[in-house]
């Protein structure tokens, strides 16, 4: 089993001492699992399942989530937790509203970047791909599964526009909710499923003596091809 976090103490603490603070936390602590590089699967999707049903077992928190980056049209790359909504050897799924920054970025430039990491295992997975859009069919299904307050989130279609005060995000946010109580099947229109089709998939395997392990996956035309990397 992975031991429970160090605790740190703050007490005190100023803007001026958080560099020694930060040298001082301890990272690769507790026992941590092997990975048997001998016993990789053909398929990084198979490496990916295993890993992420090891770190629900473990009780990480949140374990689904990871950090998507996209790069926009003037070049600047951004970067935001999303939630994985599925993996299979087609891909990483993700959603998002197609007025978002991340989906104009996406019609812009079809590719992103996955980024994993379960602490409590010092594991760290990276995805790059393509990205496509699901059938309209798919997109509907996945709204229609989110939580009644996430779809009325989603409703508002105003993500990253200016906003006046708390106050104006309340009150639309709770009209959303009535609406989505009366018409239980809407779905947001511009809602889309992407799927990440990965072209390397890497797997990082951290250790307290910094004799980390790393394997990457690269896809071929025949499948994929895999490898060790320097730490």
């Given at each position: 089993?992975?031991?429970?976090p160090?605790?740190i103490?703050?007490?005190?603490v100023?803007?001026?001492?958080?560099?020694?603070l930060?040298?001082?936390?301890?990272?690769?602590?507790?026992e941590?699992?092997?990975?048997?590089?001998?016993?990789l699967?053909?398929?990084?999707?198979?490496l990916f399942?295993?890993?992420?049903?090891?770190?629900?077992?473990?009780?990480v928190r949140?374990?689904?989530a990871m950090?998507?980056?996209?790069?926009?049209?003037?070049?600047?790359?951004?970067?935001?937790?999303?939630?994985l909504?599925n993996?299979?050897?087609?891909?990483?799924?993700?959603a998002?509203?197609?007025?978002?920054r991340k989906?104009?970025?996406?019609?812009?430039r079809p590719?992103a970047?996955?980024?994993?990491?379960?602490?409590?295992?010092?594991?760290?997975v990276r995805v790059?791909?393509d990205?496509?859009?699901?059938?309209a069919?798919?997109?509907a299904?996945?709204?229609?599964?989110?939580?009644?307050g996430?779809?009325a989130?989603a409703?508002?279609?105003r993500?990253s526009?200016?906003l006046?005060?708390?106050?104006e995000?309340?009150?639309?946010?709770a009209a959303?909710?009535?609406?989505v109580?009366r018409?239980?099947?809407?779905v947001a229109?511009?809602?889309?499923?992407?799927?990440?089709?990965?072209?390397?998939?890497?797997?990082?395997?951290g250790?307290?003596?910094?004799?980390h392990?790393?394997?990457?996956?690269?896809r071929?035309d025949?499948?994929?091809?895999r490898?060790?990397?320097?730490?």
């Amino acid at each position: 089993m992975v031991s429970s976090p160090q605790t740190i103490t703050t007490e005190g603490v100023t803007v001026s001492d958080l560099r020694e603070l930060l040298r001082g936390i301890e990272v690769f602590s507790g026992e941590l699992p092997e990975f048997d590089v001998s016993a990789l699967p053909a398929d990084p999707h198979d490496l990916f399942a295993e890993w992420l049903l090891a770190a629900v077992r473990e009780g990480v928190r949140e374990p689904h989530a990871m950090t998507v980056s996209t790069v926009g049209e003037d070049g600047t790359p951004t970067a935001r937790v999303l939630i994985l909504k599925n993996v299979s050897h087609q891909g990483w799924q993700f959603a998002s509203g197609a007025s978002s920054r991340k989906a104009r970025d996406l019609a812009f430039r079809p590719s992103a970047a996955l980024t994993f990491y379960w602490p409590q295992l010092a594991r760290q997975v990276r995805v790059t791909g393509d990205v496509e859009p699901a059938p309209a069919d798919d997109s509907a299904a996945d709204f229609l599964a989110r939580s009644p307050g996430a779809r009325a989130e989603a409703l508002l279609g105003r993500q990253s526009e200016p906003l006046s005060g708390l106050a104006e995000r309340d009150a639309a946010v709770a009209a959303s909710a009535e609406r989505v109580a009366r018409e239980p099947e809407l779905v947001a229109a511009d809602w889309t499923l992407y799927t990440v089709r990965a072209l390397g998939v890497e797997f990082w395997q951290g250790d307290p003596d910094r004799r980390h392990t790393r394997v990457r996956y690269t896809r071929t035309d025949d499948g994929w091809d895999r490898g060790l990397l320097w730490p």
